[in-house]
């Protein structure tokens, strides 16, 4: 069976909303950045009713593909109880519900318990509601928390008495993280500037439910730097970090001394990250001077350079190195306990995450180096929450494409490690009944690329219909995720593949270094090669593969379809920076100018030369793309919903698509698409339906 061909709309080629809005001026449509213009929201609702009167033949299918998931999910969802210091904390979420509800007991009286945060109840005035951060104050009296009702990444700090105070609006117009300070008075926050840069953090004092006046703690200066707020397991430091994508530097504030001036832990220096974390006597410094794949060094705590002091003449004076530099993996995290540290790291070879227990004594040295048992691979596995600073029993986290998320705890020991919850899932397709396989492709220049790949285990041996999924950039990895919704396509027939690019994180440090900047056509090229392999390995039936790819991922996509349209029978862009170039060369747009180590500077001549040559919108050709259905959000701060409707509109006009090119905005949304749980499902199973349709599979049942 080949893909679907093109259905009839039965629409004159005037009526089209591309025909009827498009302006002979303005030829690349940049007229729809204006979102004051009345004719943006016009055309983008035209193609929205364009997009429903296409899917109607498919809405059956998209229904029994919603309720197909509702049927295989657990729909009242417990949260896993973690106990802090006087009270068990957990969520809950009624079958029927879109947002959880928090609830809390004091420790060992489970009958006590007590709802403090009912975000159901708050989203019903409301058509969005994100929740930035939650925080608790030390002594568990207060809550603090931040919320966006608009998906525009622009927050409100609220606090309550907990447990049923009257929640009172402290600020607007803040950014999403929160941490307090250790005297139960004192929470820092962080403000935006004109584009949602994190550009300063702000001390905010309290007072029995009312706030003073906030004080400026930090100011960025610098446009390619954000601020992030953080606070040590030890809890006796506030980590203030101010970073680029390529540089960092922390400040730390004596978490009990809130009002104390922030001390430069190092200064920046170009090109350098590091990241720390504390033991009593002692920081960790996790941090690439010198060491490409990063290495971790130990300082004592009265050793820590002050900024006052000149430091560029040794600015690692009393670093003791803890774990050298590797070249075959990149160390990705340390987290500090009392007994020890617990280190992150990737196997380069493998594209494998791996947890590693180090255990010190008091003079610091190594008593104990181990890294823990991974339940398959290729799999996810990460430390869960463990908030003690004193834990001995570790809570962690696994996954993968056969293994429902599943949380365990681990007994440094005795070495027992108990299940204390696993997704559960229902329905005719067991994880067990499901066949995952790692397989490497050639790149064009001869690099090994992972392909991660799962199917129904009877279908394994045949060549089948194909979602190949990408992103590949910042240095973030695609390691193995179970999904529910997944299950549906599978039971249909279908693999799903994923392409583990360069320029994400997949094989440390140097795989996401290959594939930004000048090297950045090596992920278009991965990409292309995953397909190629997966056809020549027998897996995939080389004329029903579609590729899917969101945010960076649908430039990957959309890249790749330029390079090679005829690989692909379809394509999903799901909020997809395709317009690379003019979205670089604007410094007024969020993430503009914190990006520009990540794709470059286009005021420099060769950059916008390069970039130039794959923006996806800039290199359309005049040759047949395959179906392609493409997804906005309106208040998206992150890929304006003008990237997809630019492409929607240019790709209608060319005419050369091999069938519809179709666009859904949805006009009460931000960068992560509906809020509810309800509702992004069933987007997600309009997009499952138009997959199915385009790969052929739209009459089959699982």
């Not at 929201?41 to 299918?61: C, I, K, V």
């Not at 799903?496 to 690019?501: D, E, W």
């Not at 292309?528 to 995939?540: H, M, N, P, T």
């Amino acid at each position: 069976m080949k893909s679907q061909p093109p259905r009839d709309n039965s629409r004159h080629p005037d009526d089209t909303p591309v025909a009827r809005f498009r302006r002979p001026d303005d030829p690349e449509w940049h007229w729809l950045e204006n979102r004051d213009d009345p004719d943006v929201t016009a055309f983008l609702e035209a193609a929205n009713r364009e997009s429903s009167d296409w899917f109607a033949p498919l809405d059956e299918l998209v229904e029994r593909l919603y309720h197909g998931h509702l049927a295989r999910r657990e729909l009242v969802v417990h949260g896993l109880p973690t106990p802090l210091d006087h009270y068990t904390y957990w969520s809950e979420t009624a079958v029927d519900a879109d947002y959880p509800v928090w609830w809390r007991h004091p420790n060992g009286q489970d009958e006590a318990r007590e709802i403090f945060l009912d975000l159901q109840a708050r989203a019903e005035s409301h058509h969005y509601l994100d929740l930035g951060d939650m925080a608790l104050s030390p002594d568990e009296a207060w809550l603090a928390w931040t919320e966006d009702t608009r998906g525009d990444e622009t927050f409100e700090l609220f606090l309550k008495r907990l447990p049923d105070g009257e929640p009172v609006r402290l600020l607007e117009e803040v950014g999403p993280e929160l941490s307090w300070a250790e005297d139960n008075r004192t929470l820092l926050f962080t403000r935006h500037d004109a584009t949602l840069r994190p550009e300063s953090i702000w001390r905010l004092p309290l007072a029995e439910g009312s706030a003073g006046e906030p004080t400026l703690v930090l100011r960025e200066a610098d446009p390619e730097f954000w601020l992030g707020l953080g606070k040590t397991r030890s809890r006796e430091w506030l980590v203030l970090e101010s970073a680029s994508k390529d540089t960092s530097e922390c400040h730390l504030v004596p978490a009990r001394a809130p009002a104390t001036a922030p001390r430069c832990f190092r200064p920046r220096e170009s090109g350098v990250e590091y990241s720390l974390d504390h033991r009593p006597g002692h920081f960790y410094v996790l941090h690439n001077r010198e060491a490409t794949h990063f290495r971790l060094d130990v300082i004592e705590e009265g050793a820590i350079i002050d900024e006052r002091r000149e430091a560029s003449r040794d600015p690692v004076k009393g670093w003791q190195p803890l774990i050298a530099h590797r070249d075959d993996h990149t160390l990705e995290g340390v987290d500090a306990f009392r007994w020890g540290l617990v280190i992150t790291e990737r196997d380069h070879h493998e594209a494998q995450v791996r947890l590693r227990v180090l255990e010190l004594d008091d003079a610091h040295t190594v008593t104990r180096d181990e890294r823990l048992p991974l339940p398959e691979t290729p799999c996810s596995l990460a430390l869960g929450d463990s908030p003690h600073f004193d834990a001995r029993r570790l809570r962690l986290h696994e996954e993968s494409f056969t293994l429902p998320s599943t949380w365990l705890e681990h007994d440094l020991d005795n070495g027992v490690r108990r299940l204390l919850k696993r997704q559960p899932v229902h329905g005719d397709l067991a994880p067990d009944q499901l066949a995952c396989e790692r397989l490497w492709a050639r790149s064009h220049d001869g690099e090994r690329i992972p392909v991660s790949v799962v199917m129904r285990a009877d279908l394994s041996g045949h060549p089948l219909p194909t979602l190949l999924y990408g992103y590949g950039a910042y240095g973030e990895v695609l390691d193995p995720w179970f999904s529910v919704a997944r299950l549906e396509l599978l039971a249909r027939g279908m693999a799903f593949a994923v392409a583990h690019v360069r320029g994400g994180g997949d094989r440390g440090e140097p795989w996401y270094l290959a594939g930004k900047l000048e090297h950045k056509e090596n992920s278009f090229r991965d990409f292309l090669a995953a397909r190629d392999a997966l056809v020549e390995k027998g897996i995939s039936d080389a004329e029903r593969i579609a590729a899917y790819g969101a945010s960076a991922g649908g430039l990957l996509v959309g890249a790749s379809l330029n390079l090679a349209p005829e690989g692909f029978c379809a394509a999903v862009l799901d909020v997809p920076f395709v317009d690379v170039l003019r979205t670089m060369e604007n410094p007024d747009l969020p993430l503009t100018t914190a990006e520009y180590t990540e794709w470059g500077n286009p005021g420099e001549p060769e950059t916008r030369r390069r970039i130039r040559a794959y923006s996806p919108l800039d290199n359309l050709p005049a040759v047949p793309w395959p179906t392609v259905f493409l997804q906005g959000s309106w208040h998206d701060t992150r890929v304006p919903y003008w990237e997809p409707a630019k492409l929607y509109a240019r790709l209608n006009e060319l005419g050369t698509a091999r069938g519809p090119v179709l666009m859904r905005t949805d006009m009460a949304a931000g960068h992560g698409g509906a809020s509810g749980r309800f509702k992004a499902w069933h987007d997600n199973a309009r997009q499952d339906a138009f997959i199915l349709w385009a790969l052929g599979l739209e009459e089959r049942e699982g």
